[in-house]
């Protein structure tokens, strides 16, 4: 099993999950990566993403699991054969398919800000409004209590690290609630810089986390 | 991409349709003398199907100094929002005004595509018409199979290119770029292009009338031919889409032209002189798409499929290499009287498509669509044994000499389909049953019909709905009042660019899909235009000069009419051959099967 960590951004942050599935395949295909596929009347290429991100969002930490064994020079083969906004930057190999998304516990999320009230902004991170969100064109209200890690502002950007998983918070429902109550938000979306999984109790990177079950196998 | 055009395109449905940045997309950053951009009037994933943008797009990046963008025919949503901000329509590699390019080239493949031009210009701050615009705008150029007849459209264009767009755009783009150097007028270099073999510049060469018809040209038109297809440019590394398009695969192209010469088709009789491209080509073409596109489905694409000679040694030589062996083959065109190759994997089958276009053989004879009875029943009979799981069929409504029996004998077929079915104890195929309304399009034999009217139409429909009412059965069918402006629009002269405009001000748009066609708004055109509409729907005289005669196509009024008399005989006309010639004309274009 291969895990690869790429980003989507720029005008790749319009592409959907599903087309963007299909984007990756073909990409892997194209690089020539000798890739198991499914055994049935509809064979499909065995490969598989972390969870959806949100339509218009970009981010620096996807990632992707392909079954395969590793290959030559396989990002940079990957990478000169993937479209504008998608982009490989690490690669790990594992026996079998990491448990990074049951695992998964934060997300950390950076949007640009004109302003922002810091007082207000504490109060927000401390739960103290409900966010809105929109499901299938209807507004619902939800608790922010304790979905909030983290939340500042410095220097025109806002640092949010969110609830993921089971539970989550999407930031675009923290934005637009900062947006109403303290501040000016100049990105339509937000970049997505990290991901954690929680090992044991502990709060760690996912990158750490590959590294550290990639361990004793073959290193890229 | 600007976050202020992120956050328009994010407001909209499927806005990866204006993103650009698929794979393979070409670097607009380069340096270039000329930008051109191509458009086509239809949604992206129609456009980006289009095998004709394909080709036109990846030649002219090819091109030294040149750089092609595309844009496509924005969806309602976008329209509107485009309409309600100062954003102007943008090009999808460089979001760039298309305002900023030096052609604007349009690709027009359907009649009832025309309003899309028209509102991909206002949206792009472009004034419609060709007398409206100075030289700070681009040239505005168009070309596509609706250039059959280009005169309805001849105010909005400043020019219009006739023929395979790989001989006469390739020249056109390579001239304006010297032009371009010397600083020309618009003017001067449509003078200049007008030399060019399909170039047509309609402010130079308008028909004379004279009461209101034609009476002669001041010069006509030699459509631009692609004459050895096997030499001529084909792209293999194309543009792979970010969303899911209409018909994504990857396509190979077999040959241009079709043989059999059915009396209501236009790309028949268009597309002639018939190349050819062979086998050891196509195979290599066929391994380079699928490398370079990741593609898992390959069409073998042409007018008719089935027809082409070397197609069981190259499905072969494709089902035995590494790379296209595990692709799955998609065979358009399929005839019913040929035998339907082996292409699928067994548990694989799906359904099958064929045009038996009429009920009855006395009016498959009528339109010359050469298959019999017996042809389709021992091929479907062949297909329910296989195992295939249904079957598409495709019919026309309103064709010459059609009585209520040729209509009835529809369900008949249906019947006898299902009976084999059930003999094969395989009740669960299914047949879908589709009519289209019979177009009298230019350049075939029967361009000089008349539309069906549209009770006719309707009670026809009506008869067929009541008679397959079948379990199993599905029946679809094609507008009566789109199909009257489509004939209108094919047939039309000139002053057809004035209901066009009428109709688009009135609201008309996207008129080819269902739910946007806007019966009131045409009707308000054609009133306002006093436009004889009816007579334009009728019988045409054969003695009139036709507008589209401004176009030298190669195939003869003469053959055309003989063809017609054969017709109303119920006589056929056997396919043409390397051996045989029909002897329409078309050959002084460059003769057919030439570099074979």
Known sequence: MLVIKYSKTGGASLVSHIDALRILQRSAKRAGFKVKYSEGFSPHMELSTSLPLPLGDESLCEYMFIDMQSEQSALQRLNDNMPLGFRASRVWQTEKLPPVIALLQYNDYVADCATVNADILKEIADGKYPCVITKKGIEYQTDATGRIKRLEYAEGKLYMTLKAGENNLRPDAVLRLICDKCGDVISSASLKTAQYVNVGGKTVNTDDYLEEICMGHNRL | ?596
């Not at chain 2, 036709?546 to 006309?573: C, F, H, M, Q, S």
């Open chain 2, 1 to 596: 991409m600007t976050e202020e055009y992120k956050k328009l395109l994010l407001s909209v449905n499927k806005p990866s349709r204006y993103a650009g940045g698929e794979f393979n997309a070409a670097n607009a950053d380069k340096r270039a003398d000329v930008r051109m951009c191509l458009a086509f009037a239809d949604l992206y994933e129609v456009g980006m199907s289009n095998i004709g943008l394909r080709i036109l797009y990846h030649m002219l990046n090819e091109q030294d100094g040149v750089v092609c963008e595309r844009c496509f025919t924005p969806d309602t949503d976008m329209a509107e929002k485009l309409r309600g901000s100062c954003t102007a329509l943008k090009s999808l590699e460089s979001h760039r005004d298309l305002t900023r390019f030096d052609i604007l080239g349009f690709s027009i493949g359907f009649e009832l595509c025309y309003t899309n031009i028209l509102l991909m210009l206002e949206l792009a701050r472009i004034p419609l018409r060709r007398a409206e615009r100075n030289d700070e705008y681009p040239l505005i150029i168009a070309g596509g199979p609706c250039m059959v007849n280009p005169e309805p459209l001849a105010d909005f264009f400043d020019c219009m290119l006739i023929g395979d767009g790989e001989e006469c755009l390739k020249k056109l783009v390579e001239m304006y770029k010297e032009c371009k150097k010397i600083g020309m007028s618009k003017e001067e270099f449509l003078k200049k292009a007008a030399d060019i073999d399909g170039v047509y510049v309609p402010w130079l060469a308008a028909p004379i009338y004279e009461e209101g018809k034609i009476a002669a040209f001041t010069r006509r038109v030699k459509r631009s031919v692609a004459k050895n297809l096997d030499k001529t440019y084909f792209p293999t590394e194309i543009i792979v889409p970010n969303m899911e398009i209409i018909h994504d695969r990857a396509v190979v192209e077999l040959q241009r032209g079709c043989s059999n010469g059915c009396r209501f088709c236009q790309a028949c009789f268009y597309y002639r002189p018939m190349r050819t491209r062979s086998a050891k080509t196509l195979f290599e073409q066929a391994k380079d798409l699928i490398n370079n596109t990741g593609y898992d489905e390959l069409s073998l694409a042409s007018l008719s499929t089935g027809d082409y000679k070397e197609l069981p040694c190259l499905v072969s030589a494709l089902k035995s290499d590494e790379v296209t062996a595990r692709v799955k083959l998609s065979l358009p065109s399929l005839r019913l009287s040929k035998e339907i190759p082996e292409l699928s994997a067994p548990g694989r089958l799906g359904s099958l498509t064929f045009a038996p276009e009429a009920g009855t053989q006395r009016l498959r004879d009528v339109i010359n669509k050469n298959i019999s009875e017996c042809e389709i029943d021992s091929t479907l009979r062949g297909a329910i044994k296989r195992g295939y799981k249904g079957v598409k069929l495709y019919f026309m409504i309103g064709l010459p000499t059609e009585t209520d029996e040729d209509v009835a004998a529809i369900a008949d077929i249906v019947h006898k389909i299902k009976r084999f079915a059930a003999a094969e104890r395989n009740k669960s195929f299914y047949v879908t049953v589709s009519t289209s309304v019979f177009i009298p399009k230019p350049l075939t034999p029967f361009q000089w019909e008349a539309h069906a009217s549209r009770g006719d139409v309707e009670r026809k429909q009506n008869m067929l709905r009541g008679l397959l009412k079948i379990k199993n059965v599905k029946y679809s069918w094609h507008d009566a009042d789109s199909s009257r402006i489509e004939t209108l629009l094919a047939r039309g002269d000139r002053s057809l660019s004035d209901v066009i405009e009428r109709a688009y001000k009135a609201g008309a748009v996207m008129d080819s899909w269902s739910e946007h066609f806007n019966k009131d708004a045409w009707a308000r055109a054609i009133s306002e235009s006093g436009i004889n509409a009816d007579g334009l729907l009728g019988k045409l005289d054969e003695g009139e000069i036709a507008p589209w005669e401004i176009i030298d196509n190669g195939v003869t009024k003469e053959y055309l009419l003989k063809e017609r008399g054969l017709a109303y005989e119920g006589k056929t006309t056997p396919p043409c051959s390397e051996s045989c010639c029909g002897a329409c004309g078309a050959n002084k274009l460059g003769g057919c099967y030439a570099g074979n």
